[in-house]
T-cell receptor, first 115, second 118 residues
Framework: GAVVSQHPSWVICKSGTSVKIECRSL??????MFWYRQFPKQSLMLMAT?????????EQGVEKDKFLINHASLTLSTLTVTSAHPEDSSFYIC???????????FGPGTRLTVL | AQKITQTQPGMFVQEKEAVTLDCTYD???????LFWYKQPSSGEMIFLIY??????QNATEGRYSLNFQKARKSANLVISASQLGDSAMYFC???????????????FGQGTTLQVKP
């Protein structure tokens, strides 16, 4: 149990376009989902926390107008990178939790390359 | 502010030997959770082991054990009988105290790359 999927697993896009990444909890209801960004050989950096039905809470330094997060249901959260630029190229990982002291279950990640 | 520190960027270990990956943390909260994750080259984050701040005994999960020294604020991961498949990046993480029923954030250390030699 506690499986989280991400789609797509990788995406290549042109500079200036928008890209949407989906994060789904397949066998449980996730009241909270997290979005992380990871550069090569570096640690995971939390971008934002989203709770179902409410606005996402962004970490300091993360542009909320550039990284749009929607958590419309208990099994789906989306991250949209708007007007992507090469510096947005990174590995994006989501995690999901049932809330409280429940652990975070991670998705397999999405590798974004912006040309 | 909470902080996690992993001071070993890279480690080598001979196959079948044990290895310890260091992790120190800093927090003023009396209640917290400590996690270790493995990230192979595929990128997926694999949960290995968890230690609660009030747990009396050190956590163990198969070949993984957590050497929890609360007074020293350290939570080192010990992998016994290393296997070639253990080669990966390992992250120590601390969970903030959950607020309002929401899951607390995870704060990750810098990571340690472990290479197991045949």
């Amino acid at each position: 149990g506690a499986v989280v999927s991400q789609h797509p697993s990788w995406v290549i896009c042109k500079s200036g376009t928008s890209v949407k990444i989906e994060c789904r909890s397949l066998d449980f209801q996730a009241t909270t989902m997290f979005w992380y960004r990871q550069f090569p050989k570096q640690s995971l950096m939390l971008m934002a926390t989203s709770n179902e039905g409410s606005k996402a809470t962004y970490e300091q330094g993360v542009e909320k107008d550039k990284f749009l997060i929607n958590h419309a249901s208990l099994t789906l959260s989306t991250l949209t990178v708007t007007s992507a630029h090469p510096e947005d190229s990174s590995f994006y990982i989501c995690s999901a939790s049932r809330g409280g002291t429940d652990t975070q279950y991670f998705g397999p990640g999405t590798r974004l390359t912006v040309l | 502010a909470q902080k996690i520190t992993q001071t070993q960027p890279g480690m080598f270990v001979q196959e079948k030997e044990a290895v310890t990956l260091d992790c120190t943390y800093d927090t003023s909260d009396p209640s917290y959770g400590l996690f270790w994750y493995k990230q192979p080259s595929s990128g997926e984050m694999i949960f290995l082991i968890y230690q609660g701040s009030y747990d009396q005994q050190n956590a163990t999960e198969g070949r993984y054990s957590l050497n929890f020294q609360k007074a020293r604020k350290s939570a080192n991961l010990v992998i016994s009988a290393s296997q070639l498949g253990d080669s990966a990046m390992y992250f120590c993480a601390m969970r903030e105290v959950p607020r309002g029923g929401n899951t607390g954030k995870l704060i990750f250390g810098q990571g340690t790359t472990l290479q197991v030699k045949p």
